[in-house]
């Protein structure tokens, strides 16, 4: 039985480089300092992006030609219920107290990708979040094709992706997508897949003692894992789909727990655009799949 509360279960720009410098990828660091102004992040053309500087729904923007810069939602966006935030480095320096007071309750920040980086603000932003009233908790960008899923579960939970029940730390994040830099699914069957994802999920959990929530879009899921329906049981889903409307769900889940709904938000105390979060529930439920009661 999963461990995680049955709560109601719920694309960005394109990467790139050469595939022999996958491998070399994750040793570089960016020259964003932590303290910087918000860049613009990289649009859809693999050549305008380092290795190492993935983030939440850049995969999507390069495999399914997701506009560099998507409309603004505005008051068009699902503003209502539990709202959340997701950040890197490319937000630049954030004002999390003006996160908080414009009515952001969650945010999940980049901490690690593949083997080797770790984004140079998640150790100004994971604190500060906590200190600011913000239930935060981090992510990691899946390279299946880098290492073994156990290989980076360990690298992820050694390096901010660990858990503690303080009322203010969510579980880990699995962001599992579209490769910003290269072939969709890494080069890996669907088989192959579904090992490097299980085993990921289940070394993340025997370092924390949680169930990885697992980030995703329904159309890389579908093809990368061939339909699967074995983590839809285990893992709560953060389902990306830019729309207003209700979003578009991978294989197997039933429901989601959080649906990114925009890639284009705004929110004080952010430069520029974020992405925007609904969690689906209510607080209580949000601080259930916190502190994993």
């Known amino acids: 039985m999963s461990s995680f509360p049955h709560l109601l279960t719920g694309p960005r720009r394109r990467v790139t480089t ?8 994750l040793a570089l660091t960016v020259t964003t300092a932590p ?23 850049v995969g999507a923007r390069i495999h ?42 969650f945010a999940w920040m980049k901490a690690t990708e593949g083997t ?7 150790n100004t932003n994971y604190p500060a979040a906590h200190n600011a009233g913000v239930i935060r908790g981090a992510y990691h960008f899946a390279l299946p094709n880098a290492s073994n899923g156990a290989t980076q579960a360990n690298y992820f939970a050694s390096s901010g992706g660990g858990w503690s029940r303080d009322n203010l730390t969510l579980p880990g994040v699995l962001d599992i997508e579209h490769n910003p830099y290269g ?23 025997s370092r924390t003692g949680r169930d990885t929530v697992i980030y995703t879009t329904a159309s ?13 049981a285990k893992s709560p889903l953060w389902v990306a789909h830019w729309t207003n409307t209700s ?30 979060n609904q969690f689906n529930g209510s607080r209580d439920r949000l601080l259930a799949l916190a502190n994993n009661t």
């Open 247 to 276: 979003p578009t769900l991978p294989s197997g889940f039933p429901t989601w727990t959080v649906w990114q709904y925009t890639s284009t938000g705004s929110v004080g105390g952010v430069a520029g655009n974020v992405d925007r």
């Open 183 to 205: 072939a969709m699914c890494y080069g890996l069957s669907t088989t192959q897949m579904r090992t490097w994802i299980n085993d990921f999920y289940t070394t993340y959990k």
């Open 116 to 122: 080797g980086y770790k984004d140079p603000s998640f």
């Open 35 to 57: 303290g910087a102004t918000a860049a613009p992040r990289p649009g859809p053309d693999r050549a305008e992006v380092a290795p190492g500087n993935a983030y939440m729904g």
């Open 64 to 105: 399914d030609d997701v506009p560099a810069e998507e409309p603004s939602m505005g008051i068009m966006a699902p503003t209502d219920g539990v709202q959340g935030i997701d950040v890197s480095h490319w937000q630049g320096s954030i004002n999390w107290s003006s996160v908080r007071g414009s009515g952001i309750q």
């Open 220 to 232: 890389w899921w579908n093809t990368c894992t061939g339909n699967w329906t074995g983590m839809s």
């Open 18 to 25: 050469a595939l022999g410098v996958l491998g070399a990828a």
